[in-house]
């Protein structure tokens, strides 16, 4: 049976290269932004519809976009169905996905979505604040002033696009089956960690 590996993580703290080193390592695809390719060429819909939606709140404009708009619904109501309907096809590409190979899934709810996966492993990795900056100032060449930033917004949409799908609370330990901060352990020695757990 096909083992899959999700990772939530906060901007800067390396949980992407650690989902890029894992599937290089275990010989698995690793998704991340090439969901919303995905899910765009399944629904036939337009990808920046996705973009737009990726990681926001459930307000958006995206209802104008789609046109849901009645006499019988509010602006706030049309733009709630478009994001969950993007929401939906977006899981159906990640379920379809996992039941076609073992996989990595980096961010969108993943966890939650493959909840029901018998073998799903959830991590969440997290570092201390200083690193990230660090991470960010390096890895785009920006001032440590618009890292900050960066990771402010990045926090504040990646909980409230969790929060509000799952039910749960983005980054505490009870919603995932190992947390870890790279910080301490390094993205080499969590990626060798995991892959000892997976094994």
């Known amino acids: 049976m096909n083992y899959i590996i999700t990772i939530g993580r906060q901007l800067g703290s390396g949980g992407k290269q650690v989902g890029e080193q894992l599937a290089q390592r275990l010989g698995i695809p690793c998704y991340d932004k090439e969901l919303i390719n995905l899910a765009s060429r399944e629904s036939g819909l337009n990808q920046r519809f996705f973009e737009k939606a990726d990681e926001k709140s459930r307000f958006s404009i995206c209802g104008h976009l789609f046109g849901l708009h009645s006499g019988y619904m509010t ?58 900056l660090a991470r960010l100032v390096r890895m785009h060449n920006i001032p440590e002033k618009e890292a900050r930033l960066l990771i402010e917004q990045s926090d504040k949409k990646r909980a409230g696009y969790y929060n509000y799908y799952t039910n749960k609370t983005w980054g505490m330990a009870t919603s995932y089956d190992l947390c870890m901060n790279s910080s301490v352990f390094g993205t080499e020695e969590i990626v060798r960690m995991v892959e000892l757990i997976v094994k």
């Open 75 to 132: 602006e706030n109501t049309g733009n709630y169905l478009c994001n969950e309907a993007l929401f939906k096809i977006q899981s159906d590409v990640i379920r379809k996905l996992a039941a076609e190979s073992s996989s990595i899934f980096v961010g969108r709810c993943a966890d939650y979505i493959l909840r029901e996966h018998p073998r799903c492993l959830k991590i969440f990795i997290c570092a201390d604040l200083h690193d990230r």
